[in-house]
């Protein structure tokens, strides 16, 4: 019961922060002042990829919750793997983004490593 709660809740928290990610684009965009139409495009690109990838982690994880019963070798990979990826993708924004005045850039490592805990430890549970 507790490993299915961690599960749900690591899952939740990386669709809302991916939504929330892709929510802001323009203004983010806009917020880098002048720049060229191509590099406009390619911002908006990398910015919205990103949080379509949290997004589908997130969707990921909750649809195995929902359609696996534990102990579940499947599920138990998914839900390791997308951890792991939460944890290189925490990685590559502290070194890049969080050094940023911007605020949830800033927090943004600690949201990804959070659901990532939540889904390690809902396959030890």
């Known amino acids: ?46 910015w919205v990829a990103e949080g379509l990838a949290l997004s589908f982690i997130g969707v990921l994880t909750l649809l195995v919750t929902l359609q696996s019963s534990p102990p579940n070798a499947v599920a138990t990979l998914v839900y390791r793997v997308s951890a792991a990826m939460l944890v290189i993708m925490a990685g590559w924004t502290l070194v890049t983004g969080a050094r940023t005045r911007i605020v949830p850039i800033k927090i943004c490592p600690f949201v990804k490593t959070t659901a990532a805990l939540l889904l390690v430890l809902g396959t030890l549970f």
Do not use: C, F
């Not at 490993?3 to 929510?23: C, D, E, K, R």
């Open 1 to 46: 019961m507790i490993n299915n709660l961690l599960l749900y809740v690591g899952s939740i928290l990386i669709i809302v922060w991916g939504i929330a990610h892709i929510v802001p684009t323009q203004s983010v965009v806009a917020g880098y002042g002048s720049l060229s139409l191509d590099n406009k495009r390619i911002l908006t690109m990398e």
